[in-house]
Structures are given as C-alpha cells and as structure tokens.
T-cell receptor, first 116, second 113 residues
Framework: DTGVSQDPRHKITKRGQNVTFRCDPI?????LYWYRQTLGQGPEFLTY????????KSRLLSDRFSAERPKGSFSTLEIQRTEQGDSAMYLC??????????????FGPGTRLTVL | DQQVKQNSPSLSVQEGRISILNCDYT??????FLWYKKYPAEGPTFLIS?????DKNEDGRFTVFLNKSAKHLSLHIVPSQPGDSAVYFC????????????FGSGTRLSIRP
C-alpha cells in the first residue's frame, strides 16, 4: 500500500499519561501535516513539516504537544500529560511541493485517541 | 471563530438527482478552495478544487462554483450515486500560509434509492 499510514489506529489512555503517534507519508512527499478532528467538526491544522523542518505551528498546539520528523520521512506526534480534552482523531497528511507548486494533501486513516 | 462554514449538517438526495452542498467563508485572504470527501474509518479524500481567480471548475460529475462577492461556494454532484454518500468538507487555503488548510464542519450527504 503506497498511501499515508498511521499507527496506532486507536489509543485509549488514562489522563496524565503520555502518548505517541506515528505517521508514514507517501514516500516521495516532502511535506507532512498533522490535523486534529473532534466530533462534528472538520480537521483543524496543528503543524506541518517540509522535509525535517517544522515550518508552522497552530496556537492549538500547546506546549504539551510536540511533533518531529527527524529524517524527513516518518513523523511522530507526542502528547504529554494527556487531558480528556485531547480526545480526538489525529490525522496525518502528506503532499509534494515542487517549486512554487503545492499539490493536494493525501490523508491517512487517522489515530483515534480516547483519554479516560 | 469559524472562517469556513457549512450550515447544513446533513442532506438527503434521491439517486439520479442533483446534490448541492453549500459553503460560506469569512476571510477575504483565502486564495484556494477545496472539497474533500470522507467515508467512515478513512481519512478525507481530495475531490475537487478551485482557485480564487476562477468562478467554476468541473470534473466529471462534480462542479464547484465560487461567488467571491458573496463569499460563497457550492459543490454540485450530478447525477448523484449511492457511492456519493459520505461526509463532504469544504476547505480553504489562505494567502499567508500556502500549506495550511482550514476546514468547515462538514455536511453528511445521503443518497437514497
């Protein structure tokens, strides 16, 4: 399968615990994005990388959240000291930027986080 | 502060008829608009887009119309098919951030036989 993959697909954790999610983008894509989606809402932008550089972060990304893309391939999103309000679907997307042309974003299936 | 609004949470259309999904936006700095389709347990899938310099873009059964003066866009699907049943998200991209996409809350389209 050559699409965007995310792991795990579901995560249940207790409040206060740390969690880490992984995203593997489409192999030739140089941009990778993280979004969060809560029930009844559309995805909300969190952050994005071009290669290994994190270029933009939303104000939604509190200091408990950290994202990395160390080698410009897969990315991880870590949430420390989880809160019940962190319960959501976390979506990863990737795209290929060539010159000034930024192409469509392809989304993974998401990781559903439930914080008890 | 919802910059992209989809005021109809759901829509039911008979198979073969036209489906019209609507979207309003508030930010004049959007330069690119997109529609995504989402099935349960899957991520959103890109459907069709339109640049702010155009007022219409067509791709097979799907047409997107943009009315900049009204800050309104719509997606027309004709004829509607059972496989079109999904949640449709309207989205927009601002000049200031070429990669950031702002999504609406979605409209659930059901195609009935």
């Amino acid at each position: 399968d050559t699409g965007v993959s995310q792991d795990p697909r579901h995560k249940i954790t207790k409040r206060g615990q740390n969690v880490t999610f992984r995203c593997d983008p489409i192999s030739e894509h140089n941009r990778l994005y993280w979004y969060r989606q809560t029930l009844g809402q559309g995805p909300e932008f969190l952050t994005y990388f071009q290669n290994e550089a994190q270029l933009e972060k939303s104000r939604l990304l509190s200091d408990r959240f950290s994202a990395e893309r160390p080698k410009g391939s897969f990315s991880t999103l870590e949430i420390q000291r989880t809160e019940q309000g962190d319960s959501a679907m976390y979506l990863c997307a990737s795209s290929l930027k060539v010159g000034l042309e930024d192409n469509e974003q392809f989304f993974g299936p998401g990781t559903r986080l439930t914080v008890l | 502060d919802q910059q992209v609004k989809q005021n109809s949470p759901s829509l039911s259309v008979q198979e073969g008829r036209i489906s019209i999904l609507n979207c309003d936006y508030t930010n004049s700095m959007f330069d690119y608009f997109l529609w995504y389709k989402k099935y349960p347990a899957e991520g959103p899938t890109f459907l069709i887009s339109i640049s702010s310099i155009k007022d219409k873009n067509e791709d097979g059964r799907f047409t997107v119309f943009l009315n900049k003066s009204a800050k309104h866009l719509s997606l027309h699907i004709v004829p509607s098919q059972p496989g079109d049943s999904a949640v449709y998200f309207c989205a927009a991209r601002p000049y200031s951030s070429a990669s950031k996409i702002i999504f609406g809350s979605g409209t659930r389209l059901s195609i009935r036989p």
